[in-house]
């Protein structure tokens, strides 16, 4: 068990809403990782951490930000979600607190934007 | 910056052998290899660190063509337990370490 959970699994809201997605880790892992997984795309890296206060876009990190205050803690925020955000969002850290180490998965976030 | 996959779907009989090609643009730090079960998280199964490296357990394994910047993964002898999506996640050299991009995946199905 990676000591990973995401929070919440599901959520329904509205267009123009704020959303914020938490990542919590009990391992102390320094990388971390927001992924969104949609059908046809595969995994696209929205954010990643690499320690506290320390993070950097990924390749679909527009309309999205991200903050880490502390090394278990990795939140995704929409500041205004639109629908094309609708999506399963996954959580990542790095075992090994080394980015090239395996990455253990949340077991996601299913986001639904009307 | 995303890897391209091929095939997209393979179906296969149990028994059955499949590769499946991963390959970049640029050139690689690290190919990782993940498969993923419906409605589950992506799991690891291996990474590839060095060129010329080959890596397997059970009957999976990869290896790492640097000079072609490509990867492929190879299921021998295909059990039920196999089907699901394998995504290869590449690092490249050069970039900023962190970056893990992920390809669109390959949807594996073995049938009895």
């Given at each position: 068990?990676?000591g990973?959970?995401?929070s919440?699994?599901?959520?329904?809201?509205?267009?123009?809403?704020?959303?914020?997605?938490?990542?919590?880790?009990t391992?102390?892992?320094?990388?971390?990782?927001?992924?969104?997984?949609?059908p046809?795309?595969?995994?696209r890296?929205?954010?990643?951490?690499?320690?506290?206060?320390?993070?950097?876009k990924?390749?679909?990190?527009?309309?999205?930000?991200?903050s880490?205050?502390?090394?278990?803690?990795?939140l995704?925020?929409?500041?205004?979600?639109?629908?094309?955000?609708t999506?399963?969002?996954?959580?990542?850290?790095?075992a090994?607190?080394?980015n090239?180490?395996?990455?253990?998965?949340?077991?996601g976030?299913?986001?639904?934007?009307l | 910056?995303?890897?391209?996959?091929?095939?997209?779907?393979?179906i296969?009989r149990?028994?059955?052998?499949?590769?499946?090609?991963?390959?970049?643009?640029?050139?690689l730090y690290?190919v990782?290899?993940?498969?993923?079960?419906?409605?589950?998280?992506p799991?690891f199964?291996?990474?590839?660190?060095?060129?010329?490296?080959?890596?397997?357990?059970?009957?999976?394994?990869?290896?790492?063509n640097e000079?072609?910047?490509?990867?492929?993964?190879y299921?021998t002898?295909?059990?039920?337990?196999?089907?699901?999506?394998?995504?290869?996640?590449?690092?490249?050299?050069g970039?900023t370490?962190?970056?893990?991009?992920?390809?669109?995946?390959?949807?594996?199905?073995?049938?009895p």
């Amino acid at each position: 068990d990676a000591g990973i959970t995401q929070s919440p699994r599901h959520k329904v809201t509205e267009t123009g809403t704020p959303v914020t997605l938490r990542c919590h880790q009990t391992e102390n892992h320094r990388y971390m990782y927001w992924y969104r997984q949609d059908p046809g795309h595969g995994l696209r890296l929205i954010h990643y951490s690499y320690g506290v206060k320390d993070t950097d876009k990924g390749e679909v990190s527009d309309g999205y930000s991200v903050s880490r205050s502390k090394t278990e803690d990795f939140l995704l925020t929409l500041e205004s979600a639109t629908s094309s955000q609708t999506s399963v969002y996954f959580c990542a850290i790095s075992a090994n607190d080394r980015n090239t180490g395996e990455l253990f998965f949340g077991e996601g976030s299913r986001l639904t934007v009307l | 910056q995303q890897p391209v996959q091929s095939p997209q779907a393979v179906i296969l009989r149990e028994g059955e052998d499949a590769v499946i090609n991963c390959s970049s643009s640029k050139a690689l730090y690290s190919v990782h290899w993940y498969r993923q079960k419906h409605g589950e998280a992506p799991i690891f199964l291996m990474i590839l660190l060095k060129g010329g490296e080959q890596k397997g357990h059970d009957k999976i394994s990869a290896s790492f063509n640097e000079k072609k910047q490509q990867s492929s993964l190879y299921l021998t002898a295909s059990q039920l337990s196999y089907s699901g999506t394998y995504f290869c996640g590449t690092v490249d050299r050069g970039s900023t370490l962190g970056r893990l991009y992920f390809g669109r995946g390959t949807q594996l199905t073995v049938w009895p």
